[in-house]
């Protein structure tokens, strides 16, 4: 095993223990606690096994195994994109709904006051 390997199974296996101890704690759900384990599990498979790149690629038709690290690490990337999108436009409309809600609360207390 190479000091490269070792280097990022620390890591990978750190970059799990994340995971396991953000799921404990509740602060990500189960789809994503499997996603996450799921991927980094993946990672430290193909640094483990780095013969299943070339394996991978065969199958896929791709010419270089790096190919297949880039256009795997690009499609994750692009879904993470994607999520990450959708929850920013799901906050935005949550708090535009709380700021119509607390604007129309203030302005019934405004004019509740006014009136007396």
Same mark, same amino acid.
């Given at each position: 095993?190479?000091?490269?390997? &070792?280097?990022? &199974?620390?890591f990978l296996?750190?970059?799990?223990? =994340? @995971?396991f101890? =953000? ?9 994503? #606690? &499997?996603?996450?384990? @799921?991927?980094?599990?993946?990672? &430290?498979? +193909? @640094? !483990?096994?780095?013969?299943?790149? *070339?394996?991978?690629?065969d199958l896929?038709?791709?010419? *270089? ?7 795997f690490?690009?499609?994750?990337? #692009?879904?993470?994109? #994607? =999520? !990450? ?14 700021? *119509?809600? #607390?604007? +129309? ?7 509740k006051?006014?009136?007396?």
């Open positions: 095993m190479t000091p490269l390997q &070792i280097f990022l &199974i620390i296996l750190f970059a799990l223990s =994340r @995971v101890l =953000r799921a404990k704690g509740k602060q990500i759900s189960k789809k994503e #606690f &499997i996603f996450w384990a @799921v991927i980094w599990i993946l990672a &430290i498979v +193909f @640094v !483990l096994e780095p013969d299943l790149f *070339r394996i991978s690629a896929l038709g791709i010419g *270089r195994t790096v190919d297949v690290i880039i256009y690490g690009l499609a994750v990337l #692009f879904y993470l994109n #994607f =999520r !990450l999108y959708v929850k920013m436009q799901k906050n935005e409309e949550d708090i535009s709904k709380l700021v *119509r809600t #607390f604007a +129309f609360k203030k302005a019934k207390e405004g004019k006051v006014k009136k007396k």
